[in-house]
């Protein structure tokens, strides 16, 4: 035990020697014995987890926190965080042959490890974190390949996710940067952006609709939006605010909330949290596959920026 702590502190201090950038970038320690990657400029501050390459925290200066995390998320390796922008790689959902692989892929439960940091104007930070294929990957998936998660903190966040073949086999793959928002009451908001779009209501046996108007909430919704290039916004008067989602790399966006009776199923998620949350999904799902050659790179990007209402 001893010498794993010390193991570990020795670890962050090396990072913080290797990478932090004076008080804008700091490596910390935090929940679950993982380490934790801090920003901070004048607009805000970001917190992500090398864990699961998760960011956990976006909160603009003088401004609620924008992403969602539960009170209740568990920090165990081998289990995903629950809040924040997960990253569902390679696969989303279910895993399509072998459904004792897990759920959304593995990206979201492997230690990840930081490749770069830097100040780009005293406005603007960001981290690079790498994760390459491994034996821990093999397992799951047969192909090689590297990924950096690329997270930018200015008067907006910007996260994206690059993935690069490095294998000699061709894949195809799915994926989302799986954001959860803080709203202030799931039946006060109102999400624009996806109007006269079809969906597949996971909800429905996977049934085709057209959504009419924009989204509201009254129960359990969980839509995957086909063919939308669009940016999404959710409108939320509660908080003076829109969070505006805008994407790239992506065709196909996921909106969801749990409601009452998956809220009380899942065990990392309090009973009625899902009343100050909605997911909205930058998503490579269903048809929207992205299939890459040897020495091809994909890039989904999300950019996510709160707008204070009058
Ligand atoms: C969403 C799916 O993207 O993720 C939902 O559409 C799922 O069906 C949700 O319940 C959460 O998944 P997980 O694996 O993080 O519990």
């Known amino acids: 035990m001893y010498s794993l702590s010390l193991q570990k502190r020795t670890s962050l201090d090396e990072l913080n020697a290797l990478f932090s950038l004076g008080d804008q970038i700091q490596f910390i320690d935090g929940p679950g014995d993982?380490?934790?990657?801090?920003?901070?400029t004048v607009h805000g501050s970001a917190l992500i987890s090398l864990y699961g390459g998760h960011v956990m925290r976006y909160q603009p200066q003088d401004e609620a926190p924008v992403l969602w995390m539960s009170s209740e998320s568990q920090y165990d390796a081998g289990k995903a965080i629950r809040g924040g922008i997960p990253v569902c790689w390679p696969w989303f959902g279910p895993h399509p042959a072998d459904k004792t692989k897990p759920n959304h892929g593995f990206a979201r439960i492997s230690e990840w490890h930081v490749f770069a940091t830097r100040v780009i104007d005293q406005d603007t930070v960001q981290v690079r974190l790498a994760l390459n294929s491994d034996d821990h990957s093999r397992f799951f998936w047969p192909y090689d390949f590297s990924l950096q998660l690329i997270v930018t903190l200015s008067e907006k966040l910007d996260v994206t996710l690059r993935v690069r073949n490095t294998g000699?086999?061709?894949?195809?793959?799915?994926?989302a940067l799986h954001s959860y928002f803080t709203i202030s009451h799931i039946e006060s908001i109102k999400i624009r952006g996806l109007e006269d779009t079809v969906y597949i209501d996971q909800l429905a046996?996977?049934?085709?609709?057209t959504q009419s108007g924009p989204i509201l909430f009254g129960s359990e919704?969980?839509?995957?939006y086909v063919d939308t290039v669009n940016a999404v916004v959710i409108e939320d008067p509660g908080l003076h605010r829109n969070i505006r989602v805008e994407k790239t790399g992506s065709q196909s966006t996921v909106v969801w909330n749990p409601w009452i009776d998956k809220s009380r199923r899942m065990s990392d998620f309090g009973d009625d949290e899902y009343v100050g949350m909605v997911c909205v999904e930058t998503a490579n799902a269903v048809e929207d596959l992205v299939y890459?050659?040897?020495?091809?790179?994909?890039?989904?990007g999300t950019s996510i920026q709160a707008e204070r209402l009058g």
Request: hydrophobic share 35%; aromatic share 10%; glycine share 10%.
């Open 292 to 300: 890459l050659e040897p020495g091809e790179t994909h890039q989904l």
């Open 205 to 209: 046996s996977d049934a085709r609709k």
């Open 34 to 40: 993982f380490t934790y990657v801090q920003l901070e």
């Open 221 to 224: 919704l969980d839509n995957i």
């Open 168 to 175: 000699s086999s061709a894949f195809s793959m799915g994926g």
